[in-house]
């Protein structure tokens, strides 16, 4: 047949890509575990997404923060993505309180989201036994704000972890209350869930993931060169008798660990790492991850001490990511003022 040569979809150059869309909270520096299990493989989502990502400053105040602390990691995260491979040009990346859409939408949500939905939120649940001193209102409605700074951008795809789930749920139940209501006006997306990179534990706590929480079983992307081989040679190792290089999660975790960062970094499999170390003992084997890891990230922290002192740089990097995404924030905003029934000006 002949309209099935000119059918839209044979033609992928025109087809228009999915948006996808997700915040990240400025909360401190970048590790090994959140490269190599995330970072490392969003630049090549561009190919494929149309890209939004957002440093979600008005969700961190939630928790008491140190104002210039909080500052500076709004653009020192932005270096470090860069440096991560995240390209500005690419992606649209900003602030949050950059638009002022998010607080202004997630207002009206707020008008649309219920009590009772909100108070069976885990992690509101979680954060308030953890902060009893501050169970503040802005906890409570963390999820709404959430809520608004997906459905601005009518995102197709929210990549989030597994603990931010309910959230993406939550989203989805008030755009469909709010598009029930007034029609169509928010598109109701759908949690991305990305392909797992490699999942990395503690230097120290093989049994935990890699976590800012235990410092010295960290490794920061921002650490020397000398800091990281220190972290790798007081890597915990496994007290099993055979002492060689074996891929065994289970009974070597530590071992295991290793192998897996060493594996993503030189590509190399299992079998790979256990014939290249064949005869090797823990002592030499943990080094040599370590400059592994020292050489892959030196490039990294290089480019991102680079960013960090050109704060013109950085400041133009947030100020287009504003502009492109305020045009698409406004214009939802707009629709959903009016549908709401508040007067316009001619
Ligand atoms: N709550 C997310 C987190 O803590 C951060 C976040 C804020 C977010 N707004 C978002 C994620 C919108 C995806 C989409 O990780």
Redesign the pocket.
Known sequence: MENEITTPNTNTESAPKKRM?????PSGDLHLGNYLGAIKNWADRVNDYECYYFM?DL?TITVRQDPATLRKRSLNQLAQYIACGLDPEKNVLFLQSHVPAHAQLAWVLNCYTMFGELSRMTQFKDKSAKHKDNINAGLFTYPVL?AA??LLYQADY?P?GED?KQ?VEITRDIAQRFNSIYGDVFKVPEAFIPKAGARVYGLTTPGDKMSKSIPEGCVFIMDSPDEIARKFKRAVTDSDTEHCVRFDRENKPGVANLMNIYSAITGESFEEIEREFDGMGYGAFKPKVGEAVIEHLRPIREEAERLMADKAYLNEVYKNGAERASYIANKTLRKVYKKVGFYQLP
């Not at 869309?21 to 909270?25: A, E, F, K, P, R």
């Open positions: 869309l997700s915040g990240i909270q979600a969700h959430m700074d997906i929210v989030v931010q959230h």
